[in-house]
């Protein structure tokens, strides 16, 4: 700053001029500022809205996605239990069907030896016993008969033994029909879960792709948050230094129109005198005045009412 002691009206006023021209520029600048700040701050409230509801729809969707997975894994659940308990039923199954195998080739073993139901068996049978009791034959067809008469009764023990296991077999098949229904009802059962649990899985992978778009739109707009955040910094930077500025200009521009306006009241007073001693002068050759005239008369104590 200036010695301002020294320096003229025209000077002060001249650089009166200066400080409110540069208070001006830097005003303008600070209110360009706060126009950038404020277009960039609309931009992020609708970076932010939308950046807000695109989250929202993550953190819903997600709870769908997490729900349809709770439900997938409850079936899951189930399908394993009711895997566990098929395997229970096959290991009865297998156990059965061991067990009919053999008396089926039991059942077979004894179809070979017998080569004959039995009841041929037995007709033929009694038929050769009846020859062997009754008929006049001679004794070497006796020896034939007998020793076919052992081979029928071979035959047909071997006949009555393939029926029994037959009928073994029968009521293996009878008793265990319960255990294959069940399997069977178990295989529908898991079938089912099984398409449950594919649903829900199905349903949690699109959900969950939806969710990935939404959060990479989200992070997009939030990436673009963050740029303008970058931008506004440097704008945010000028404004605190120009309101310094201004206020440092303000301060010294106060001291130069006071220095003026200490000139100015000097010019009054001088002014007033001059009209002080005119009026005076006036009043006491004519003894009129105007009103301005009488004022400053009854001001300076020359006349009293």
């Known amino acids: 700053m200036n010695d301002i002691s020294t320096m003229t009206e025209k000077e002060l006023k001249n650089k009166v001029n200066e400080y409110r021209t540069e208070i001006s520029h830097n005003e303008h600048a600070l209110k360009s500022a706060f126009k950038d ?8 409230d609708e970076l932010k809205e939308k950046r807000d509801e695109l989250n929202a729809k993550v953190r819903q969707l997600a709870g769908k996605a997490r729900e349809e997975k709770k439900q997938r894994d409850a079936a899951n659940v189930k399908i394993a239990d009711l895997k566990s308990a098929r395997d229970c039923i096959r290991k009865e199954q297998d156990y059965v069907t061991s067990d009919i195998a053999q008396m089926k080739a039991k059942r077979d073993e004894f179809n070979k030896l017998s080569k004959g139901s039995v009841e041929s068996l037995s007709k033929a049978y009694a038929g050769e016993l009846d020859k062997f009791l009754n008929g006049d034959i001679p004794l070497e067809h006796e020896i034939d008969i007998f020793g076919r008469l052992t081979q ?5 023990e071997a006949a009555s033994s393939a029926d029994e296991v037959h009928n073994n077999i029968l009521q293996a098949y009878k008793s265990s029909k319960g255990v294959y229904d069940a399997g069977g009802d178990i295989g529908a059962q898991i079938h089912t879960l099984a398409d449950e649990s594919q649903k829900h899985h199905l349903a949690m992978i699109s959900l969950y792709k939806e969710v990935d778009d939404y959060r990479k739109e989200a992070d997009n707009y939030h990436s673009q948050i963050i740029d303008t955040y970058k931008v506004q910094a440097p704008i945010r930077e000028k404004i605190d230094p120009l309101k310094e500025k201004i206020s440092q ?21 001088i002014k007033e005198e001059e009209k002080h001693n005119v009026a005076k002068e006036k ?18 104590g020359d006349l009293k009412l």
């Open 249 to 269: 200009l303000r301060d010294e521009l106060s001291v130069y129109l006071d220095k003026l306006n200490g000139i100015q009241l000097e010019k009054d007073d």
């Open 152 to 156: 029928l009764q071979n035959r047909l």
């Open 37 to 44: 700040l404020r277009l960039h701050r609309t931009n992020v």
């Open 283 to 300: 009043f006491e050759k004519t003894g009129k005045m105007s009103l301005d005239e009488l004022r400053i008369l009854m001001e300076k």
